[in-house]
């Protein structure tokens, strides 16, 4: 491999990005990395943990990084969709009418506690998370590229939200838990000085139309039939599975053929092997299956059962 290789490039600038957004979000490494899979990727990530770890220092962190634009939108239960995208405005001056963008207009949309948000409002993101446009009175407006949607939801605290519609979840390619760092790391954080949670001192190592870029290019990472079909089965073995209510959609699957493609790239490779598949499977397919009631009295997860589905298929194996 050369310089010019698409692989060589992203693999070094991932570890880049990484690095600086590590900074400011201290001791969470493959948290990091799973948020900017789902970027070149073209996913989305929902983070999943009480307050205080981290949530948006991570949003702000990448998005100074990549040069680009961040926004952040606190949902509450008064809040209006066209608040988040956009609403067309009359101007008295020349009698016309004219689109006043929502804060959707971004690279890193930061949506804060998106289930204290009613039904309506959290499917004004369901448009632009697939598409990346917003449609207004007939009129689509696209938004710029690339486009993170970092939405947050506190799992413990229920009082006043809205459960997020297996709609809305199937549109972020990871669920990630960052979790509580370390006893180090969270010693690092607590001593005079550090630079944990600052993210105005973060210096761009790229820029948005270079990650565009370079996600285009890892498109073309080599995907086997034979991993395909691995993929495949680990789907249809979802569906199938007596304790899930339902499974992992086409959807589902296409978002982990895309991750495993960024993650071999990240790794130096311009192929995907199966070890790729399973450190993927449980970020980007657990949150998509919902059990039933039966397996969530015993105690199963979407991650136990993923973990469960893996041990029972056959690996693929060289030719």
Known sequence: ???HDPVVVFQQLHARLAETVESALVGKREVIDLVLISMFANGHVLLEDVPGTGKTTLARALAQAMGGES???????????ADVTGTSV?????GSVQFRQGPVFTNVLLADEINRAAAKTQSSLLEVMEERTVTVDGTSHRVPQPFLVVATQNPIDLDGTYRLPEAQLD???VRIAIGYP???HEMNILRPGST??????????TNPQQVAQIAESLRAVHVDDRILRYIHEIGAAARNDARLRLGASTRGLRALVRAVQVYAAAQGRNFVVPGDVQRLVGPVLAHRMVLTREADLAGETGDSIAEDILTKLNVPQPA
């Open 71 to 81: 926004r952040r939108v606190q949902f509450t239960p008064d809040l209006l969709p």
């Open 196 to 205: 944990a949670g600052r993210t105005d001192d973060i210096k761009p190592v």
């Open 1 to 3: 491999m050369n310089s």
């Open 171 to 173: 549109r972020f390619m």
């Open 182 to 184: 370390e006893a180090e």
């Open 90 to 94: 009359f101007s008295p001056a020349d």
